[in-house]
């Protein structure tokens, strides 16, 4: 069992306001950190959160607005002169690896761990873990923009440790093999894994959609989600505003949602004129059942799904 769990950064849209950061979110998965787009001063954030400077760390960008990726480079500097020696990797559009570049060498930055950039240029597997991937879909905003998905594979059934006692197995590397999926061999005799576990269960799926109106494309893409974390800009009042600039309204997001089979809906990346977000949530409500605001440096967990 893997713990994850959701920590928002920055959940405000174009501008700061007095208590929302530019959009940044970090899935703290085990010991690693996926952060998912770095607006500008999320750094702030993330040293408050006390994360860590060293652990296993992966960036995602989603398209190459100054709110989504500015603060990349904040961060890279401070992790460096905090001392962080692992090595950061880092996935976004192709003119990311551009940005920084040409920042890297007007600033003088003098990293001190190594920074790999690998550029976006298609939908499909970003990542490949071995026990989880991330896949990116095309978002509809200006172009490219890229919506993610971190799904885990399957895990282990339940291990019946009465049945494997009572095939005279002794405990130790042969429970953990079979446990783990593996047929063995002992006294001579061949012991298949699908004698002592249940069948294989699911993981979990977690969506960002990035700024985006709402598509039947996402929608395919975030298809039973645990929890899944949209583009909610704007009111449905606003309806015209999100159409016009390319976002979506709350309601828009629980409408994809719910028809996606989300389990869970938050909203973020509001527009600054929503200082209490109860609205938002209220007429999403109306479409989903299980809909929250992202709020600044709050955790939200991710259980698995048949827990
Ligand atoms: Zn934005």
């Not at 879909?137 to 440790?161: K, N, Q, V, W």
């Not at 006692?165 to 783990?180: A, D, T, V």
């Not at 479409?287 to 709020?295: G, I, L, P, R």
């Amino acid at each position: 069992m893997v713990e994850m769990r959701i920590l928002f950064l920055g959940t405000s849209a174009a501008v700061p306001t007095a208590t929302r950061g530019l959009s940044s979110a970090v899935i703290i998965r085990g010991g690693e950190l996926l952060i998912f787009d770095t607006g500008e001063g999320m750094q702030q954030n993330f040293i408050r959160s006390g994360l860590g400077i060293n652990k296993k760390l992966k960036i995602f960008i989603t398209h190459m607005h100054a709110d989504h990726c500015l603060g990349a480079l904040g961060l890279l500097q401070t992790l460096s002169l905090l001392g962080r020696e692992t090595p950061v990797e880092i996935f976004g559009p192709p003119r990311f690896a551009e940005f920084m570049k040409t920042n890297v060498n007007i600033l003088s930055f003098g990293l001190i761990f190594e920074v790999r950039i690998s550029s976006i240029r298609s939908e499909g597997v970003v990542v490949k873990e071995r026990d989880y991937s991330v896949s990116c879909c095309e978002a509809h905003h200006i172009f490219p923009t890229y919506a993610f998905c971190l799904s885990e594979h399957e895990r282990a059934g339940i291990f019946d440790i009465d049945e494997t006692k009572r095939l005279g197995i002794p405990e130790g590397s042969l429970y953990k093999k079979l446990q783990s999926g593996e047929d063995i061999t002992y006294d001579g005799k061949r012991i298949l894994s699908t004698w002592v576990t249940g069948p294989k269960r699911p993981g979990r799926k977690v969506g960002f959609s990035s700024d985006t109106r709402p598509t039947d494309r996402l929608r395919k893409f975030f298809q039973n989600c645990d929890l899944l974390v949209f583009d909610s800009t704007y009111s449905h009042e606003q309806w015209q505003k999100a159409k016009d600039r390319l976002h979506s309204t709350a309601t828009e997001a629980a409408i994809l949602a719910q028809a996606a089979g989300v389990k869970k809906l938050l909203l973020t990346h509001f527009s600054a004129r929503y200082a209490d977000t109860a609205q938002l949530v209220k007429e999403a409500k109306a479409f989903h059942n299980n809909v929250e605001a992202a709020q600044d440096m709050r955790f939200v967990e991710i259980p698995y799904p048949d827990i």
